[in-house]
């Protein structure tokens, strides 16, 4: 064979020979990066516990003790709603409530439920026997100055060592603006002194609340209401919606830890003067049993709606939220990124609605 065609075969196969390694060399590199890839977004997708907690409340607790029973395997906390605040801006227990509390224990311990919360709302008790509700005033005495915040920090610690609760929360509402930097500066204090006995702080918030504008401490467990968009204040309409808990989770992102979102049970009847009445789920679904065409449920809230006419014959139009409703709102809230849930509150929640959440737990485990 003539030497330069020899020369021809010997090029062609070094070339040969360089590709085919170069093609290797890549394939390798986009081989390794795919599994990079992969490992990293199998870290990222990776979802948080997701944990549910409720209130009971002293205006209800017989009810609410009982709802507590069906529930408790899926509860991590439990919040017992009832400390106020007497006419002399001291913390009140309103009588019987102290039963409730140790009762609300006593459930607790039997049923595991890892956590028990005293709940402390800004609601006053004058001497005259009228109430202040979330007393704004009340706060700003509370909160302005250094040795008022100690002398609130104290009485509460004496409170939380008095009843053996694994923790406190914070329920106060319509804080001024001017108002803030004290009680955070106040919540930051609190924070610490329970830390120093192993205790934990919760704090509820309005979603009027700035908390866009605030720098609040890390640490406490944030709760934010995700409720009441219709009620006393308005005419008839859903507690929540779903565009209302898309702009709400939204917005917690601003805030420190993994926050809750607050979801609740239950409606409202308005008459005809569109006066409101808070309704538990089985108290709306007896007057359902009344209504005058079959009762519908809205898209936008996954709630139930219907109208009836009372003894008087007046017409009423009621909202409410059944357990496909609080299914529809907690996926809601999971889509939004918060996959920490409390009920607002338990007492008259229908057996079929407390099923329906130990089954979304269970399957959540």
Excluded: C
């Excluded at 019987?96 to 459930?107: H, K, Q, R, T």
């Excluded at 509460?156 to 319509?174: K, N, T």
């Amino acid at each position: 064979m003539p030497r330069q065609k020899k020369q021809g075969y010997r090029r062609v196969w070094y070339l040969t020979g360089f590709l085919l390694l170069l093609i290797l060399s890549l394939l390798v590199y986009f081989l390794n990066q795919s599994s990079s890839k992969v490992d990293i977004e199998s870290e990222t997708v990776e979802e948080p516990v997701r944990e549910l907690s409720a209130w009971v409340v002293d205006w209800h607790s017989e009810a609410g003790l009982s709802d507590l029973q069906e529930l408790s395997s899926s509860l991590s906390s439990v919040q017992a709603f009832g400390v106020y605040f007497n006419h002399e801006d001291q913390l009140h227990v309103i009588d019987g409530f102290l039963e409730s509390i140790s009762a609300v224990m006593d459930v607790s311990e039997e049923r595991g439920i890892p956590s028990t919360y005293l709940t402390i709302v800004n609601d006053r008790f004058n001497e005259d026997g009228t109430i202040t509700q979330k007393d704004s005033a009340l706060l700003t005495r509370l909160m302005a100055t250094e040795q008022s915040r100690n002398q609130h920090i104290a009485n509460i610690m004496q409170l939380v060592e008095r009843h053996g609760v694994a923790g406190i929360e914070i329920d106060y509402e319509r804080v001024l603006q001017e108002d803030w930097t004290n009680l955070i500066l106040f919540l930051q204090q609190l924070y610490e002194q329970l830390q120093e006995l192993d205790l934990s702080l919760r704090v509820v918030l309005e979603p009027r609340a700035p908390i866009e504008e605030l720098k609040l401490p890390e640490g406490p467990d944030y709760v934010m209401m995700a409720y009441n968009l219709f009620g006393y204040h308005s005419g008839p309409g859903p507690k929540a919606d779903l565009s209302f808990i898309e702009s709400l989770t939204k917005r917690m992102e601003s805030l420190p830890g993994n926050p809750y979102v607050a979801l609740a049970t239950g409606g409202f009847s308005w008459d005809g003067g569109e006066k409101a009445t808070a309704l538990t789920e089985q108290k709306a679904y007896e007057l359902e049993q009344e209504s005058i065409q079959p009762p519908s449920r809205d898209e936008e809230s996954g709630s139930i709606y219907f109208d009836y006419v009372d003894e008087n014959g007046e017409k009423h139009t009621v909202w409410y939220a059944d357990g496909e409703t609080l299914r529809v709102w907690i996926e809601a809230a999971y889509s939004g990124g918060i996959t920490n849930i409390a009920l607002w509150r338990l007492g008259e929640v229908s057996e079929e609605t407390l099923q329906k959440l130990n089954r979304m737990m269970e399957v959540n485990d």
